[in-house]
Each structure stands twice: as structure tokens, then as C-alpha cells.
């Protein structure tokens, strides 16, 4: 069983969340547009972890929105899938 992992969420446009919830999230994302605010990125609290997660505004893109990992972590695909 994966335990709990703490992160937090800093934007672009200036919002910052320490251990945002789901819906926290989901209003960050929403939250994005093509001009000021163009990308929300998670990174764990503990430092010494070495991963992290982007979510940009792509026009193009499936949804408008480019969802990055890091290259240093390997996701679990049913855990990604999940938030």
C-alpha cells in the first residue's frame, strides 16, 4: 500500500497550496488560461523526493492541457489516472 505523500501546488498566476485537495486541484486547472496563468506544477514537501508534475494550456492539445511527470519518477498508471 503507497502511503500519503505531501506536495503542494504553485501556479503560475500566483496561487499557492500546501497538500491541496482533489477539488483544490481540479480548480487550479480550471483556473488556467492562455495569457497570464498558463501553468500549475506539483512538488512533493520533502525536498529529498525527486519528481514533480505540470499541467500546461496547450492549444492543440487533447483538452487544451499538456500534463507533464518528470523524467526521475516512474507513475504508477492507475494512480495517475485516479486525480
Known amino acids: 500500500m503507497?502511503?500519503?505523500?505531501?506536495?503542494?501546488?504553485?501556479?503560475e498566476g500566483g496561487a499557492y497550496l500546501e497538500d491541496p485537495a482533489h477539488a483544490d486541484i481540479v480548480g487550479l486547472i480550471q483556473d488556467l488560461d492562455q495569457a497570464t496563468n498558463t501553468f500549475v506544477v506539483l512538488y512533493p514537501s520533502d525536498h529529498t523526493r525527486d519528481w514533480f508534475i505540470s499541467v500546461a494550456t496547450r492549444r492543440g492539445a487533447l483538452g487544451g492541457y499538456e500534463i507533464e511527470p518528470d523524467s526521475c519518477h516512474q507513475l504508477d498508471p492507475i494512480q495517475e489516472t485516479r486525480w
Do not use: G, H, M
Open 2 to 11: 503507497l502511503s500519503a505523500v505531501e506536495y503542494y501546488a504553485d501556479a
